[in-house]
């Protein structure tokens, strides 16, 4: 750690001048040796991950195991897995919910759908055309119908009963 470029870099950074007797050299060197610490930590798994990785390449090929190394593995160290499922257990059984809950939301708009839907009216289909006098005939009658309701009690009544004859 060299305390004179740490300085320069601090006060090109920020403009606080820094002393090198001041007590944040301190936490420097305190992340240094952390620091350290976990990169020898990290490099020990590697180590036997690797030297794992490659007994098994070995034994996959068919060549024979390697001598033991004179280096055993730090307690603790778990060798990493070089396999992985396509999936796992947990996703397949996720999967699988997931695609019978889909099918039955389906299955629920649908029926829901057929249950709420009216029927589509049944097409008019005209057999015969009317003739001229038919439709001269249904304007009339249109045309009383309107007037009908506006006449006197009396008329009305003559006029219906008329109507009613043969």
């Known amino acids: 750690m060299d305390q004179q470029k740490l300085r320069s870099l601090v006060f090109e950074k920020t403009g606080v001048k820094v002393d090198v007797d001041d007590p944040i050299f301190a936490l420097v060197a305190l992340n240094e040796a952390v620091l350290a610490e976990a990169v020898e930590r ?3 798994q590697i180590d036997a991950a690797s030297q794992e990785l490659t007994q098994l390449a070995r034994a996959a090929g068919g060549v024979t195991p390697a001598p033991a190394p004179h280096q055993a593995a730090p307690a603790g160290v778990r060798p990493i897995a070089t396999q992985h499922p396509l999936f796992t257990p947990r996703e397949l059984r996720l999967l699988a919910v ?3 809950l889909s099918v039955l939301a389906a299955l629920i708009v649908v029926g829901a ?3 709420f839907s009216k029927p589509a009216p049944a097409p008019v289909v005209q057999t015969t055309a009317l003739t001229s006098e038919q439709i001269a005939a249904i304007a009339t009658g249109e045309k009383l ?3 009908l309701p506006r006449l006197d009690p009396k008329t009305r009544a003559a006029l219906q009963a008329e109507l009613a004859k043969p």
């Open 113 to 115: 759908q057929a249950l």
């Open 145 to 147: 119908n309107k007037v």
């Open 42 to 44: 990290h490099i020990a």
């Open 98 to 100: 997931s695609a019978g």
